[in-house]
Every structure is written in structure tokens, then in C-alpha cells.
């Protein structure tokens, strides 16, 4: 753990919240609940939009994508930081890490196009309604959402082979939950400027240009719903997509909250701070993925409806 040199770095150690010991049992349990309604909400959510034909539909089937996003996503880092509380070594394989980390990266960057995705189909349901069912056919959302997913991947994988063909002569200790990405650039021994120009520029691909094209497809649907004449049609009309905004702000507000907050200069009020980060990015790792189907479900009465459906259906096929 100590200083080595690059080709004896076979694996990393996460520190998590090691020096906390008073805080691993509560956050355990807390994560360990909250994974397990990540798979189930969402799981039911996949269930119901396959199940149930009235949801074969595109906003359903971009809702579909994000709860499978949601699952890949906590899956590719939950399990391990769980099993760190099991064990005094907490350790990570160089190729775990790579894979965590590509994973992780991968889900991120094609959540912020699918959710633009989303947006956008919000956009034609509400600005051209009579135009929707052609703008946006099967031929349309299906690339839509496999362009979604192909974008993401191949961002990963670039940032993933720069950030692992470096050089780590160092502590191989990562201060983070997980392999986060530049929890790892930190312990590079070589000059990582490709590296921060390469994320620069994806985040303008993937953060800036999905939340502009949301902020314009809102502005466009705000626009269209005020000129609505009865409040019933404009009610009815904003309710379509108040969910996707929901999750929006969620996702987004913690991205923002998490980057763009002051850091501490001195070193007693640093310590603080890496906890406080490690506790919003534990927040934006898990508590966004459970609240996901809770909104979409909660204010959503097609799907609502279509899990009574199911479940009477399951009742009554049990009855007999």
C-alpha cells in the first residue's frame, strides 16, 4: 500500500469510509435496503412496460432503458462496496477496477443523452401531437435509445484505456468508494493532461449539450402548455411530464451540487469535505437509481394501472 513501482500494481485499495468505523454499520444496512429496491422498483418497472401492451410506447420504452441503466449502473459498484464492509481488506483487482470504472462511466454518460432522449420525445407529444405517432415511429426511438447506449460505451471506453494505460508508481489507495475516475488520475505518476482535456470535452458532449437541449425542449413545452385555453388541458398536459422533470432535477441537481461547490483550503475542514463528497456521491450512486421508478410510478397512473393489472391477473390465475 505503500510506494511501488507501476508493474507491481496489481491492485487498489478503497478506503470508503474506513476511518468512519462508527458510520459502516448504518451506512451497510442503508445501502444494502436501498439496492434492494433499486432492483425491485426498477426490475417491476422492465416488467410491467414488457407485460402490459397499452405501454408499448415510446416514453415507456425510454423508461424501460433507464431502469435497466439504473440496475447495470448500482450493480457494477454496489455489490463490492457492500462486501468491503464484510472485510478488513478492501481491496480491488487492477482489471476490476478498469471494468468497475468503465462501467460506471458508461451508465453516467448514457443516462444524460437518454434522459435528452426523453425530453425530447416530451416535446413532440406536447408542440406536435398529431405529428407524434410518425416523428416518433419504432424506426425513430429504438435507434434513439441504441445510439443512447452506443454513445456512452465508446466515451467509456476511451476515458477508461487512458485513465488505466497510466503509470502508478504511487499509494495505491483510493480515497472513494469506488474506482471513480479521478479518484484514480490522482495516483498517476505521469502527466494526466490528455486525460483532463479528454474528460473536458466529454463533458461538454455529455453534460452541457443534453442539459441545453432539455432546458430548450422545456422552454418549448412550458410554451405550448401557458397557450393551452382550459386548465383542466393544461394540467393534464404538464402531468405527462412532470416525472421526467422530476428525475431530471434530481440527476442533474446532484451532478451540480457535487462539482461545482466550493472546496476547503484548510486541511481539518478538507477531511470534512472528502466525507461530504463521498456521502453526495453515494447519494447520486444509489438514492437517485430508487427514486427513479418511485416517481415514475407514484405519478404516473398508466403504470400504476398496469401493476394492479398485473397483479389481479397473478391473483386470479393463483385462485384457480
Known amino acids: ?20 468505523p462508527e458510520l459502516e454499520a448504518i451506512y451497510f444496512v442503508l ?6 429496491v433499486i432492483l425491485l422498483g426498477n426490475g417491476v418497472i422492465i416488467i410491467v412496460n414488457v407485460c402490459d401492451s397499452h405501454l408499448h410506447t415510446p416514453m415507456y420504452f425510454f423508461l424501460s432503458n433507464l431502469s ?5 449502473y448500482t450493480s457494477s459498484s454496489i455489490p463490492i462496496f457492500l462486501s468491503s464492509f464484510l472485510t478488513s481488506r478492501k481491496t480491488i483487482s487492477f482489471s476490476g477496477c478498469g471494468v468497475q470504472m468503465f462501467l460506471s462511466f458508461a451508465m453516467g454518460a448514457t443516462e444524460c443523452v437518454l434522459l435528452s432522449m426523453m425530453a425530447f420525445d416530451r416535446y413532440v407529444a406536447i408542440c406536435n401531437p398529431l405529428r407524434y ?11 434513439m435509445a441504441a445510439g443512447s447506449w452506443i454513445a456512452g460505451g465508446v466515451n467509456s471506453l476511451l476515458q477508461t484505456s487512458l485513465a ?11 480515497n472513494h468508494f469506488t474506482c471513480e475516475i479521478l479518484a484514480v488520475l490522482k495516483l498517476a505518476c505521469a502527466d494526466i493532461s490528455i486525460n483532463v482535456i479528454s474528460m473536458a470535452v466529454a463533458n461538454m458532449i455529455f453534460l452541457v449539450v443534453p442539459v441545453l437541449f432539455i432546458l430548450i425542449s422545456y422552454v418549448f413545452i412550458l410554451s405550448t402548455i401557458l ?6 388541458g393544461s394540467r393534464k398536459a404538464f402531468s405527462t ?14 451532478i451540480l451540487f457535487m462539482y461545482a461547490k466550493p472546496k476547503a483550503k484548510d486541511s ?17 450512486g444509489v438514492v437517485t437509481p430508487m427514486l427513479n421508478p418511485l416517481i415514475y410510478s407514484l405519478r404516473n397512473k398508466d403504470v400504476k394501472a398496469a401493476v394492479k393489472s398485473i397483479l389481479c391477473q397473478k391473483c386470479f390465475s393463483g385462485g384457480k
Open 164 to 174: 488505466m494505460r497510466l503509470p502508478f508508481c504511487g499509494d495505491n489507495v483510493i
Open 133 to 143: 405517432p410518425i416523428i416518433m415511429s419504432k424506426n425513430s426511438y429504438v435507434p
Open 31 to 36: 445501502v444494502l435496503f436501498m439496492y434492494l
Open 227 to 232: 397557450r393551452i385555453p382550459s386548465s383542466e
Open 68 to 72: 435497466f441503466l439504473d440496475i447495470c
Open 268 to 284: 481539518s475542514g478538507a477531511d470534512k469535505v472528502q466525507v461530504t463528497d463521498k456521502i453526495i456521491s453515494l447519494f447520486y
Open 1 to 20: 500500500m505503500g510506494k511501488t513501482n507501476q508493474s507491481s500494481v496489481t491492485e487498489f485499495v478503497l478506503l470508503g469510509l474506513s476511518g468512519y
Open 241 to 254: 411530464c412532470s416525472a421526467h422533470l422530476t428525475v431530471v432535477i434530481i440527476f442533474y441537481g446532484t
